[in-house]
Every structure is written in structure tokens, then in C-alpha cells.
């Protein structure tokens, strides 16, 4: 887990047997974005699936990416709320 000023955000991999994005960072840009980082060494997957959840539970899907993207900005986060990402590769 990463404490940044503004929230707590909960990193969690992926749970399918498709490798997991490595290095996954979440940064305070302000009160209400958190920039999401990764790399991912193999090219051959289609892209990424982008996850929220506000109990680590119950997860909105934020965004599909390419392959070739390896960040997300969330502009929809709330001062003070703790929210978990996962990042996940599909094929």
C-alpha cells in the first residue's frame, strides 16, 4: 500500500495467468488525480484493463488501453478516499 497525501491507494496484481504489469506506481498529482505507472516487458498482449475500488471488493472499470500504454491518469478521485487499482493484461 502507498500513502500519498490526499488518499491511500492499494496496488493489486493481476490474478489471471497472463504476466502481471510490473512497477506499478500511483502518484498524488492533487486532491482529485492519482497517475498510475507500469511497465509491462512483453508486447504481445492486446492491452491493459484499468480497475477502481473504493473497498477492494467491488471493482469499476476505469479504462481500456493498448498495449503501448503504460499510464492512466484518474481524475476521479475524492480528497481523502482510499481507493485500490489493479492493472490487468488481456489478450
Do not use: R
Not at 493481476?14 to 510490473?22: D, F, G, Q, R, V
Not at 498510475?36 to 477492494?56: H, R, V
Not at 488501453?65 to 478516499?81: E, G, H, M, R
Request: charged share 20%.
Amino acid at each position: 500500500m502507498v500513502l500519498l497525501s490526499c488518499l491511500t491507494v492499494s496496488i493489486a496484481g493481476n490474478k489471471h495467468k497472463l504476466i502481471a504489469p510490473e512497477n506499478l506506481t500511483a502518484k498524488a498529482i492533487s486532491s482529485t488525480e492519482i497517475d498510475l505507472k507500469w511497465i509491462y516487458p512483453i508486447t504481445n498482449e492486446i492491452g491493459f484493463i484499468i480497475q477502481k475500488s473504493l473497498d477492494n471488493t467491488n471493482w469499476v472499470q476505469l479504462a481500456i488501453v493498448s498495449n503501448t500504454i503504460t499510464f492512466y491518469a484518474d481524475k476521479t478521485c475524492k480528497p481523502s478516499q482510499k481507493v485500490y487499482y489493479k492493472v490487468e493484461a488481456f489478450n
